[in-house]
């Protein structure tokens, strides 16, 4: 069992940034992939960005290459997601995953536990 727990949102201005952290209980943590999803209100839940177990490999969804870093701490048992340049459409609650096999999936279907979500308001 993996439990999860977003912290870091709030309100910013357009162009500003955040960083969100997810702390992670449990000792198996280094060996989950771990994953940041997004849902605004009315629209599905949709992926961020994705982290391996070990932190090598990295994958972004197109909307937010370039201004999202994700990166971890295997010692803090955490992930991070670091926001820049943020925009009025990434307004969302923001949820961490985690995935048993270790990969940097993008995919919601891959990731077994989740946070409870944090939310993020970019002002314009």
């Known amino acids: 069992q993996v439990q999860l727990v977003e912290s870091g949102g709030g309100l910013v201005q357009a162009g500003g940034s955040l960083r969100l952290s997810c702390a992670a209980s449990?000792?198996?943590?280094?060996?989950?992939?771990m994953g940041w999803f997004r849902q605004a209100p009315g629209k599905e839940r949709e992926s961020v960005a994705a982290?391996?177990?070990?932190?090598?490999?990295?994958d972004y969804a197109d909307s937010v290459k370039g201004r999202f870093t994700i990166s971890r701490d295997n010692a803090k048992n955490t992930v991070y997601l670091q926001m820049n340049s943020l925009k009025p459409e990434d307004t969302a609650v923001y949820y961490c995953?985690?995935?048993?096999?270790?990969?940097?999936?993008?995919?919601?279907?891959?990731?077994?536990?989740w946070g409870q979500g944090t939310q993020v308001t970019v002002s314009s």
């Open positions: 995953a985690a995935d048993h096999y270790g990969l940097n999936s993008l995919r919601k279907a891959g990731y077994d536990y």
């Open positions: 449990g000792r198996t943590f280094s060996t989950y992939g």
């Open positions: 982290i391996s177990w070990s932190g090598g490999n990295t």
